[in-house]
């Protein structure tokens, strides 16, 4: 147990609406990501985050904003919500100290944007 | 970039029939590799890693994959499948000279009848 929290769990927006995804963890791992899960497309990288204020693009960020303000809580704001949004978010965190080390996923967040 | 291609979407096997799931990814060195596995509902569980040595690799619940260099492969068997061995299945490559996140491939699911 990696110890990853993700809230909320689930959520029904509505299209236009900001919404924020938080990931939490409980020991100070350096590397976080963000996934997005979508039938025929697994799992494809939005954010990730490398420490405190540091952070990356992955391969699908468009429409999508990170924060990291402090180590244990990595946030996932999508600032005008589209009905193509909705889907299955993951939180990963890296135990090691290195981006290619192995990762472990928190619960998922179910997002529907109506 | 760093790719990965899992050839079947979808695979049904008998319970007690031996299962492989094919992967297969490009990329010029000798990349880490990762199988993970998704239970309904669920979040995304380390199944087994390769990152050097012995290419033959055992994991948790039964599982082995084989690194095979010159087929750009790593393939994951099991013996003998059970029930609760339903699921969807990952591969993840990640290249450690760029030192850049996993990227996963689209997942094959695996149902089993009786």
């Known amino acids: ?114 | 970039a760093q790719s990965v291609t899992q050839p079947d979407i979808h695979i049904t096997v008998s319970e007690g029939a031996s299962l492989e799931l094919r992967c297969n990814y490009s990329y010029g060195a000798t990349p880490y590799l990762f199988w993970y596995v998704q239970s309904p509902g669920q979040g995304l569980q380390l199944l087994l890693k390769y990152f050097s040595g012995d290419t033959l690799v055992q994991g948790i619940k039964g599982f082995e994959a084989e690194f095979k260099r010159s087929q750009s492969s790593f393939n994951l068997r099991k013996p003998s499948v059970h029930w609760s061995d339903a699921a969807e299945y990952f591969c993840a490559v990640a290249t450690p000279e760029r030192n850049t996140p996993l990227v996963f491939g689209k997942g094959t699911r695996l149902s089993v009848i009786a």
């Not at chain 1, 029904?12 to 020991?27: A, D």
Request: glycine share 8%.
């Open chain 1, 1 to 114: 147990d990696a110890g990853i929290t993700q809230s909320p769990r689930h959520k029904v927006t509505e299209t236009g609406t900001p919404v924020t995804l938080r990931c939490h963890q409980t020991e100070n791992h350096r590397y976080m990501y963000w996934y997005r899960q979508d039938p025929g497309h697994g799992l494809r990288l939005i954010h990730y985050s490398y420490g405190v204020k540091d952070t990356d693009k992955g391969e699908v960020s468009d429409g999508y904003s990170v924060s990291r303000s402090k180590t244990e809580d990595f946030l996932l704001t999508l600032e005008s919500a589209t009905s193509s949004q909705t889907s299955v978010y993951f939180c990963a965190i890296s135990l090691a100290g290195a981006p290619t080390d192995t990762q472990y996923f928190g619960p998922g967040t179910r997002l529907t944007v109506l």
